[in-house]
């Protein structure tokens, strides 16, 4: 006999994947069992922040670095301009 369900009321939100917020907190993922091996859930670990700095924040950062000398030296030689926080000594 299956259990009636509830309505759902406000300010529930449904359960539709694992991981989701429910309530404020976070939901603990259920193990997987393949082949009688209980797996746990994929997750990020050091060599997956150390790869994004390395293809995601180093490129930006190159990018802005190479864009904010291309602007020291315009502003210094084209318009004879102090740029930057030298200008504040």
């Not at 602007?71 to 084209?78: D, E, M, N, Q, R």
Request: with cysteine; aromatic share 12%; charged share 20%.
């Amino acid at each position: 006999m299956k259990e009636p369900t509830k309505p759902e009321t406000k300010g529930q939100r449904q359960n539709m994947q694992q991981g989701a917020f429910v309530g404020g907190r976070k939901k603990r993922q259920k193990l997987e069992t393949i082949m009688g091996w209980r797996i746990a859930p994929p997750r990020l670990i050091f060599w997956g922040y150390i790869t994004g700095l390395k293809y995601i924040a180093l490129p930006i950062l190159a990018a802005l670095l190479l864009i904010d000398v291309a602007l020291y030296f315009f502003f210094g030689l084209v318009l004879d301009k102090c740029y930057g926080i030298l200008c504040l000594l």
